[in-house]
């Protein structure tokens, strides 16, 4: 560990903290409709979709359309994938996507997962790269993003009790041209500038300095680049990703990834508060959030700088110096080193990304058992764009709840009863996950063609399904990824995963915002458990441990935690 | 309900492919190819008048006279089209064998036990990092400067000049381009 490190891990807060309010309040303007600077290409594609941006929507009709919207997104990519090599843009002569493969992947990308079982530089075309995956970078953010506006307005919407919750059309569309398009044209070129690439020439063939041959895999990669982190996506271009010098060339294109991926998640907390009109509760929010990300950070930091018995046996020189960076540099890069590797692993798993500048497959034991962490309390950290203050909002009506039960009241949030039908979809849109996790695990391991695919054995091999597993149905998309994904089995499996655990707490979230903009809400719920402020925050912070901790210890000790202690004993050998 | 809301999804789902799948990283390749061409393109270096390599990619070195990248597991070794880490657990057999045969090439170049720096041993995420860090290229030095017939300490004072510091003190890590150093060696030195 050095200094440099610790205050790289606070440079990056910072920044986020000084933009998240810019970003939040800009939000606000977007979502209210008061920010109109596109409003001529917004009405254009209204007309061309025929769209009445007017009509508020019911819940259960935005609910429809978020859901109609994801379907035919999915099968347009399911069919590209499948006919890529008869359409143009291919100058790598890619052959069609397989049928699991294309299925596992269209499901991917349209969840905000972007999973990859997959080489991108060995398998999609660049009209594949560009038309499907970049499109859905920018739609299932921006789907995200709507719910999480819809859920806001339920909570907020004082003036009638009718269950509308905005219209899943214009919620998308101006996520879209108003936030994410033109960040994401910004990101770009900053990004192309230090070195990203972004043509459109074939794989280039040079002759090296020593006369041997090295093919250069190219491709408008900047523009990809750009969307996967601003909508936490995260699927590379390259099967490297964020690793790959040509997506993330310098420690400048690595601060650029990592705020970029934190931003909106964290700027949708102020959208929470303004929205609500009670700031302070968003910034109560953002802090829980903050404190786990720095927690998770600087765990990870210190268990990469220590490394590993076997480093140290070999005979490296663990503790940093000025001319080498010390600890587990196995599956890191040296422009990065050990903080910004570990910044960058918690930071995208804790918003579900998933993209990685470093294989979690490598981390030692604890290392990796801090993104696996982040996945499993449910990706609120922040959390996806949209989703992740949804997941989190989830939380919150519990927690209120507990509180609730605690001190005999009726439960009620910023003046609306948190009751039996609210708490009823909270809890289905919670406990999908771990039930995904542990019982797609659970039958990996059980079977024959599930174990087949293990990269490791023993303790690692669990945790390398028990990751994968976390990493498809909580929508995140990073893998430990020695475990050969690309079976039919697994493709399957986890194609199924990410669509249950994408649209099963998404739509969860359409309905707690319905079923609270049903109630016209009480002005004076000042009786009511405070929202903000430091007991809320610890009442907060203790309902997501409790939930996600409790479900996950039992598995994560035969997984993690068992590799972690065997590695002690090994050491005292 | 249900099929108008089908409707308006196919038409908005074409609208917005038009936008974000052909507009946008059009534009986007546009207007970097025009401001940052070099970039855009790959970074590719020419030497002599032809180009030899990206000076973003980790080319494969095997001669005494160059610094060696560090170890690859992209497709059969630094395989620009086929990026990947080797995936290793972190106690697993395989790394520890692999850890094991790294070891003795820099037993070879007289590095101690124990003092080994961190990256000389170990494979890079994406197979294909163009860096290794000044530890790793001055125990390097010793190999080259046998090879071309050169003193040690001259090579260590080029070296200063192609140490990359963090970016503004604290980003990243300090770090050499293997690629970069090498041509600069070849148009100084010849090799013996």
């Known amino acids: 560990m050095t200094i440099h490190g610790w205050l790289q891990i606070a440079l990056v807060l910072a920044v986020l903290l000084g933009l998240t309010p ?134 907020a919407r004082r003036d009638r009790a009718d269950g509308i919750v905005g219209n899943f059309w214009v919620d998308l569309v101006r996520s879209v041209v108003y936030v994410l398009l033109p960040l994401s044209v910004i990101l770009a070129l900053l990004l192309v500038h230090q ?54 060339p310098t420690p400048w294109s690595n601060l650029l990834s990592l705020v970029a991926l934190l931003l909106i998640p964290s700027a949708f907390t102020v959208v929470l508060g303004r929205m609500t009109g009670k700031p302070r509760h968003g910034w109560t929010v953002w802090v829980v959030m903050a404190a786990f990300w720095t927690v998770g950070v600087s765990s990870a930091y210190v268990a990469e700088a220590q490394g590993t018995s076997l480093l140290a046996k070999a005979g490296v020189a663990l503790p940093a110096s000025a001319d080498q960076p010390g600890g587990n540099m196995e599956g890191k890069e040296v422009r990065f080193g050990i903080s910004a590797s570990a910044l960058y692993a918690v930071s995208t798993t804790a918003t579900s990304t998933g993209s990685v500048n470093a294989m979690h497959d490598s981390f030692t034991p604890l290392g990796g058992l801090v993104p696996l962490l982040m996945i499993e309390l449910g990706e609120v950290v922040f959390g996806g764009v949209g989703v992740g203050l949804g997941g989190m909002l989830f939380f919150v009506a519990l927690a209120v709840f507990l509180a609730g039960l605690m001190i005999g009241r009726t439960p009620t949030y910023l003046g609306k009863r948190i009751g039996q039908r609210e708490i ?84 969860s979230m359409v309905a707690l915002g319905g079923f609270l903009a049903e109630q016209a809400g009480g002005s004076g719920g000042e009786a009511a458990f405070p929202v903000t402020g430091p007991l809320f925050g610890l009442l907060l912070a203790g309902t997501i441990l409790l939930l996600g901790a409790l479900t996950f210890y039992p598995v994560l000790a035969l997984g993690p935690i068992a590799e972690h202690l065997s590695m002690l004993a090994a050491m005292r050998n | 309900m249900f099929a108008s809301l089908l409707g308006t999804a196919f038409r908005l789902a074409i609208v917005l492919t038009v936008c974000t799948g052909l507009l946008y990283p059009g534009v986007v390749t546009g207007v970097a190819q025009l401001l940052f061409p070099f970039q855009a393109n790959g970074s590719l270096v020419e030497h002599n008048g032809r180009v030899v390599g990206s000076e973003l990619l980790a080319q494969p070195f095997s001669e005494a006279a160059y610094l060696h990248a560090r170890a690859s597991a992209a497709g059969g070794g630094y395989d620009a089209t086929a990026s990947s880490g080797t995936n290793a657990g972190p106690t697993s057999s395989r790394l520890r064998d692999a850890l094991t045969a790294r070891a003795l090439v820099a037993e070879s170049l007289g590095v101690a036990r124990g003092e080994i720096p961190a990256d000389m041993i170990t494979a890079s995420a994406s197979g294909l990092d163009p860096h290794v860090s000044p530890a790793n290229a001055r125990r390097q030095l010793v190999r080259v400067a046998r090879a071309r017939g050169v003193p040690v300490a001259s090579l260590d004072t080029l070296l200063g000049r192609y140490v990359e510091p963090r970016t503004l003190g604290v980003l990243g890590e300090p770090r050499v381009n293997v690629l970069r150093f090498n041509l600069m060696l070849d148009s100084l030195l010849s090799i013996r």
Do not use: C
């Open chain 1, 424 to 507: 009823q979809v909270v809890m289905l849109g919670v406990l999908i996950f771990p039930a995904l996790v542990l019982g797609g695990s659970a039958l990996a391991i059980s079977v024959p063609v599930g174990l087949a695919g293990l990269g490791n054995d023993g303790a690692h091999g669990l945790s390398e399904v028990l990751y994968a597993f976390s990493s498809t149905a909580g929508n995140n998309g990073s893998a430990f990824a020695g475990l050969s994904g690309g079976s039919a089995f697994y493709n399957v499996a986890f194609g199924l995963a990410t669509l249950v655990g994408r649209f099963v707490p998404m739509l």
């Open chain 1, 22 to 155: 810019l970003v939040g309040g800009y939000l606000v303007r977007v979502y209210d409709g008061s920010s109109r600077w596109a409003i001529r290409l917004e009405r254009l594609i209204y007309r061309l979709a025929g769209i009445d941006a007017e009509h508020e929507q019911h819940w259960t009709t935005y609910g429809g359309a978020l859901l109609s919207f994801s379907v035919v997104a999915t099968l347009l990519t399911y069919l590209m994938l499948r006919l890529q090599a008869m359409l143009p843009l291919n100058p790598a002569d890619m052959a069609a996507v397989g049928p699991t493969q294309a299925f596992e992947t269209a499901a991917s990308f349209a969840t905000n997962t972007n999973w990859q079982s997959y080489g991108g530089e060995t398998t999609m075309s660049y009209l594949s790269q560009m038309l499907q995956l970049t499109f859905q970078n920018f739609v299932s953010a921006g789907a995200g993003m709507a719910v999480a506006v819809a859920l806001v307005r339920g909570i």
């Open chain 1, 195 to 248: 070195g990203v690439i972004q043509t459109f020439d074939a794989y280039r063939a040079v002759t090296t300095l020593e006369g041997g041959t090295q093919t250069i895999a190219l491709g408008p990669v900047a523009s990809q680049e750009a969307i996967k982190q601003l909508g936490t996506n995260g699927g590379g271009f390259f099967n490297a990703n964020a690793a790959h010098p040509f997506e993330n």
